[in-house]
């Protein structure tokens, strides 16, 4: 079993930064990629960026890459997602979660654990 707990969301400017944090807790947490996903209002939720087990693979989704960064701290059972050059279009419902053990995944169908999400709005 895994538990998640996130923060870090707010109101920020176009062109701002927010850092999300994400703790863990739960014996699976050095087994597990963790991921950050997404859901804005009237949409699917979507994939945004995953980081494995031992951060050796990193995935972003293409709408983010370049302006956000993954990363885990596995002493502190922690995961981090750093947001720059933030635009309208990423306000959403921000949400960490992890699939199955050993799981490596960008699918928001294979993520069976997730945390109750930070809202994260940009706006003028």
């Known amino acids: 079993q895994l538990q998640l707990v996130e923060s870090g969301g707010g109101l920020v400017q176009p062109g701002g930064s927010l850092r999300l944090s994400c703790v863990a807790s739960?014996?699976?947490?050095?087994?597990?990629?963790i991921g950050w996903l997404r859901q804005a209002p009237g949409k699917e939720r979507e994939f945004v960026a995953a980081v494995s087990r031992t951060a050796v693979t990193i995935k972003y989704s293409d709408s983010v890459k370049g302006r956000f960064t993954i990363s885990r701290d596995n002493a502190k059972n922690t995961v981090y997602l750093q947001m720059n050059s933030l635009k309208p279009e990423d306000t959403a419902v921000y949400y960490c979660?992890?699939?199955?053990?050993?799981?490596?995944?960008?699918?928001?169908?294979?993520?069976?654990?997730w945390g109750q999400g930070t809202q994260v709005t940009v706006s003028s």
């Open positions: 739960g014996r699976t947490f050095n087994s597990s990629t």
């Open positions: 979660a992890a699939p199955r053990p050993f799981l490596l995944t960008t699918s928001p169908d294979e993520f069976d654990y």
